[in-house]
């Protein structure tokens, strides 16, 4: 066990990861926009530090990092969760202010965080850590009108590499997992019907996104001589693999 920063830490998948690290013994940094969330998802789970953050405003970031240097002195573990799926448009019609917005939450603000750490883990004694990045299906193949999410996640596996080759020499671990038609607010409507790549609208099947928190825990609990790379979870029957 360890210490461990999530964001996006006060819904969905997040939530899901949290509590299963801090069911597991981990004490963790509950990072989000908004501290109500937050408190909901430290409720009686453990050794919890709630942590308003703003992914996209480096102050906010730092202050995040401070806060957890200040509370337990190290860093073991960041998983970089916090995103939105901006705007859903074709190309031609995603305005810039909405490209923009995504791109600041789902890769610069991941670049941030993994900033901050990578740089606690490498002067620390013991030293080293591990960064696992949430990728999502998307980094891999899109779904129709997400040009925005999809160029973000794309990207995230180029940070997962960068990270993964730069963090060798100081023990740092990085690793990326990609989340399929986990259930959470997000995903409710799939059940109604989701816009396919023909045109199409069917509905899509979902998973448990507790499953989600214990394949992050798997990931975590490697020897730092040990790393997944990438992990894809996903509803087992969702319109992923082959033609649909």
């Not at 906010?60 to 806060?67: N, T």
């Not at 080759?165 to 990609?178: E, K, S």
Request: net charge neutral; glycine share 12%; charged share 15%.
């Amino acid at each position: 066990m360890g210490v461990a920063v999530i964001t996006g830490a006060g819904s969905g998948v997040g939530r899901s990861i949290a509590t299963a690290l801090l069911r597991a013994g981990w004490q963790v940094a509950l990072a989000g926009r908004r501290a109500g969330p937050l408190e909901q998802t430290a409720a009686g789970e453990g050794s919890a530090l709630v942590a308003p953050t703003d992914v996209t405003a480096p102050d906010s970031v730092a202050a995040l990092f401070d806060a957890v240097h200040r509370r337990w002195g190290r860093l073991d573990l960041l998983v970089n969760n916090a995103g939105v799926f901006g705007p859903s448009a074709p190309v031609d019609e995603v305005d810039v202010a909405g490209w923009q917005a995504t791109v600041d939450t789902n890769l610069t603000g991941a670049f941030l965080c993994a900033r901050h750490a990578f740089a606690m883990m490498k002067a620390q004694r013991p030293r080293g850590g591990r960064i696992i990045n949430n990728g999502s299906i998307s980094a891999h193949t899109p779904r129709p009108n997400s040009v925005a999410y999809t160029a973000t996640k794309h990207a995230i596996t180029g940070l997962t590499k960068s990270i993964s080759l730069d963090g060798r020499a100081f023990d740092i671990a990085c690793g990326q997992i990609d989340i399929g038609n986990a259930a959470t607010e997000m995903t409710r409507r799939f059940a109604g019907g989701v816009l396919q790549a023909d045109g199409s609208v069917a509905p899509e099947p979902v998973f448990d996104s507790r499953h989600v928190g214990d394949a992050v825990l798997y990931m975590a609990s490697l020897p730092l001589d040990a790393n997944v790379e990438f992990l894809t979870i996903m509803a087992t029957a969702m319109p992923y693999v082959g033609r649909g």
